[in-house]
């Protein structure tokens, strides 16, 4: 299907597990982007990536890490899942380009940490 | 980074009632986007506007860009448009930066 694809949509882990969120777009975009969501702080940015092997922070990167070594899929993983990474994650990507065209997001994973 | 400011929080409305919502950010930026947030957490891109008016159907945006701000109208109000509106504003060419979102709740 074509798009932006996230799996898996629901996830429970336990604190201490490693977890990875995975994100797939068929459109050959350069930039990807992940997202959480929390109530009270809206969408704030984990990480980004410009284009493959190319990775930088957002506002709240620690405790996560990415990769990037397709253009096609940006996962994002918890090395050691704590409680307050209980969120709903979302992966989005665009275009490159001064025009600064619109970004679109996948439909969401919401990861539960018991 | 910006500061991207959303107003007001929480909107109730009647239906077939007219609003609009403000998103006020802090430096110059290259893109400013609308999004709903429908009841099941999609994300649902409403418009690309970095300057000027656009309109779609009842909905409306207008991105003042030399004052750091954008308006969204909705006209008409219907129950279906209930959910949480985003605008998040791209700054430096590659940060998506949100306000927290302003949450509509139309009534039937």
């Known amino acids: 299907d074509a798009g932006i694809t996230q799996s898996p949509r629901y996830k429970i882990t336990e604190t201490g597990r490693q977890v990875t969120l995975m994100c797939h777009q068929t459109?050959?975009?350069?930039?990807m982007f992940w997202y959480r969501q929390d109530l009270g702080h809206g969408l704030r940015l984990i990480y980004y990536?410009?284009?493959?092997?190319?990775?930088d922070k957002g506002e709240v990167p620690d405790g996560y890490v990415v990769s990037r070594s397709k253009t096609e899929n940006f996962p994002l993983t918890l090395e050691s899942a704590t409680r307050s990474q209980t969120s709903v994650y979302f992966c989005?990507?665009?275009?490159?380009?001064?025009?600064?065209?619109?970004?679109?997001f996948g439909q969401g994973t919401r990861l539960t940490v018991v | 980074g910006i500061q991207v400011e959303q107003s007001p929080p929480d909107l109730i409305l009647q239906e077939g009632a007219n609003s609009t919502l403000r998103c006020n950010f802090s430096?110059?930026?290259?893109?400013l986007q609308w999004f709903h947030q429908n009841p099941w957490g999609q994300l649902i891109n409403l418009f690309y506007?970095?300057?000027g008016t656009k309109q779609n159907g009842r909905l409306s945006a207008t991105t003042v860009a030399t004052e750091r701000y954008s308006l969204l109208y909705i006209s008409s109000s219907q129950t279906t448009d209930s959910g949480v509106y985003f605008c998040?504003?791209?700054?430096?060419?590659?940060?998506?930066?949100f306000g927290s979102g302003t949450k509509l709740n139309v009534k039937p």
């Open positions: 989005a990507s665009r275009v490159s380009g001064q025009g600064a065209p619109e970004a679109f």
């Open positions: 990536s410009a284009a493959a092997d190319i990775t």
């Open positions: 506007i970095p300057s």
């Open positions: 459109w050959s975009h350069s930039y």
């Open positions: 998040a504003a791209l700054y430096n060419f590659n940060k998506f930066y």
């Open positions: 430096d110059s930026v290259n893109n």
